[in-house]
């Protein structure tokens, strides 16, 4: 069973626009929901992370919306680059350290 | 200050055969964790360590096996190897109970 679900599995945004990739999760003892960023060949590098205690979390052109009543979160991108082109994972976790469940991905492609 | 570094990059073993692959933790991190990501896969958990002690496990047989050394450095050994256990094997640290940085990764090629 998907402990996470993430939707889009692929995403084409112009340049300049708002890429937005949803999670959604089941278990309400998670605590804590990562965002990764992968690109081809490398290990997944921490974007964002958020804790339920809060409904929004921004760093730079990286926002989390997190709706715990709905058990949903998602990753917004403004003013999306070329360079943000990889694979979006969302995560969750019951407390730090502990196992990650991840998303099955969204590749996000940004044309110029 | 290097980051999570894996060993070897790339590893091709025929089916039956037993792999090792290795990890060393970021600077200050003790806690080692170890995952598998499938080609278009998000990253499953296999194992944790913590203080040279298997901390926690998710769903994997146990053909997969670790060990974690005084100076927190990692290995993950895979007997009997799978057409199936093909994949990218990412490492990730963290200070005790916080966020984990991952590895590069191995990728591992069963013929």
């Known amino acids: 069973q998907q402990q996470v679900k993430q939707s889009p599995q692929s995403l084409i945004v112009q340049k300049g626009g708002i890429s937005i990739i949803n999670c959604a999760y089941e278990?309400?003892?998670?605590?804590?929901f990562p965002w990764y960023q992968q690109f081809p060949g490398k290990g997944p590098a921490l974007l964002i992370a958020i804790r339920p205690d809060v409904s929004e979390k921004k760093e730079g052109r990286f926002t989390i919306s997190f709706n715990k009543s709905a058990k949903q979160f998602s990753l917004h991108i403004m003013d999306s680059q070329p360079g943000d082109s990889a694979t979006y994972f969302c995560?969750?976790?019951?407390?730090?350290?502990?196992?990650?469940?991840f998303g099955t991905g969204t590749s996000l492609t940004v044309i110029p | 200050d290097a980051g999570v570094t894996q060993s070897p990059t790339h590893l091709i073993k025929t089916r039956g055969q037993q792999v090792t692959l290795r990890c060393s933790p970021k600077?200050?991190?003790?806690?080692v964790s170890w995952y598998q990501q499938a080609l278009g896969q998000g990253p499953q958990f296999i194992f944790q360590y913590y203080e040279e002690e298997e901390r926690q496990r998710g769903n994997f047989p146990d053909r997969f096996s670790g060990h974690q050394f005084p100076n927190y450095s990692s290995e993950l050994n895979v007997n009997a190897l799978l057409l199936g256990d093909s994949a990218l094997y990412l490492c990730?640290?963290?200070?005790?109970?916080?966020?984990?940085?991952f590895g590069p990764g191995t990728r591992l090629t069963v013929t």
């Open positions: 990730a640290s963290s200070p005790g109970e916080a966020e984990q940085y």
């Open positions: 600077s200050g991190h003790d806690t």
């Open positions: 995560a969750a976790s019951g407390f730090l350290g502990n196992q990650f469940y």
């Open positions: 278990n309400t003892a998670f605590d804590y």
